[in-house]
């Protein structure tokens, strides 16, 4: 099952999309997580540009409007991607949304279909407070 997610704001601007591909058509949130963070890295580590438009920052990678930057041009891990978004989520620096409805932690499971809409919505933190 192929579906596809979506970076959004909350005025629900459509930032990107990827579409991610699942054997099962269950899967709980921690599942949905890890293959976005994993598709990421690994087209990232493929071509290697200026720029990581990712769900988390890297470690050594500076924030821009354009994406995280690398200092040293270099493969991510995701392994360790992973591990930053899954606690990330856990720590409500982003929330989920699947039909609409947030999800509340990651053993939550998702009954996926053709018509299933997930979009991601990153917090932002507030400058001076």
């Known amino acids: 099952m192929i579906i596809t997610i979506k970076d959004e704001t909350f005025a629900g601007k459509i930032l990107q999309e990827l579409d991610l591909e699942f054997d099962t058509t269950t899967v709980t949130m921690k599942?949905?997580?890890t293959s976005r963070v994993t598709k990421e890295v690994e087209e990232y580590n493929k071509k290697l540009p200026q720029?990581?438009?990712?769900?988390v920052e890297p470690t050594h990678a500076e924030k821009?409007?354009?994406?995280f930057k690398l200092k040293n041009k270099a493969v991510i891990d995701?392994?360790?991607?992973?591990f930053v978004a899954l606690?990330?989520?856990?720590?409500?620096?982003?929330?989920?949304?699947?039909?609409?409805v947030q999800s509340e932690s990651l053993e939550q499971q998702v009954e996926l279909s053709t018509h299933t809409k997930i979009s991601f919505i990153k917090l932002?933190?507030?400058v001076g407070g």
């Open 31 to 33: 599942d949905i997580i």
């Open 51 to 55: 720029f990581f438009n990712g769900l």
């Open 64 to 67: 821009t409007l354009n994406g």
């Open 78 to 82: 995701a392994e360790k991607q992973v």
């Open 87 to 100: 606690h990330a989520f856990q720590s409500n620096a982003f929330f989920v949304l699947v039909n609409n």
């Open 124 to 126: 932002t933190p507030l």
